[in-house]
């Protein structure tokens, strides 16, 4: 039994997962959450607070760190969670030993590339408009959209060093758009949709990637006829291929 710990668990992302890992019956979980979840050990503590959430890493195997405040785009309000509370996070696990943290990145971290031509277009659902073959975004290029996604690249970054400095195994994935109606629900989702399957499979291979795997980032999105984030590099390393899509939920 693989020993699980979930930030953010309470969220739509955190409480997918924990259906799907609950149903293959191969993992113990843990919540790290500001308040209970209901049937799972629950550590309530704020990740802003180190201290105050060490305790939960211990006897862990793998960290998946969901918990980040997604409201308006303001440095200030961001900041206890998105960057001091992932500080924590990964030093919380380097201290109890934790061999992996999967990071919940975003694909903000690219969606600076919808203002300009092909993406503004492909954003819109302007497809009409599109004369020419689109360039797919890959997992090593950045260009932050907002706070948020240069927050998800600092992230990402202090991912690398605790892996370069601590040894630990660091898994970053660039989150499409996952949605309660698992659907797309507005033009740009249709390119950057992620399914509720497909975003658990992506998560639970990286929780069961083999160690030898230290650093990556991997896009994430469902096999959209739009989308434009090169999905080559996620398939490679770890399996991952899509069984939904805008077009088919």
Known sequence: MKKILITGMSGLIGGLLKDHLEELGNYELTALNRSDVSGVKTHRADISELDSIKDAFLGIDVVVHLAAYLGDDDFYNQLPTNIIGTFNVFEAARLAGVKRVVYASSGSTIRGKERYYPYNRIASGEYGQIIDDVPMVTHNEIHPGGVYGAMKVWGEALGRHFSDEFGMSILCVRIGSVTGENKPTEPR???????????????????????????????????????????????????FVPVDSAERV
């Open 189 to 239: 989702q249709k390119s950057i949709f992620l399914s509720h399957r497909d975003v658990c499979q992506i998560l639970r291979l990286c929780v069961d990637a083999t160690q030898e795997l230290k650093y990556d980032i991997f896009l994430a999105t469902s096999n959209n006829k739009w989308n434009y984030r090169d999905l080559t590099h996620a398939k490679d390393v770890l399996g």
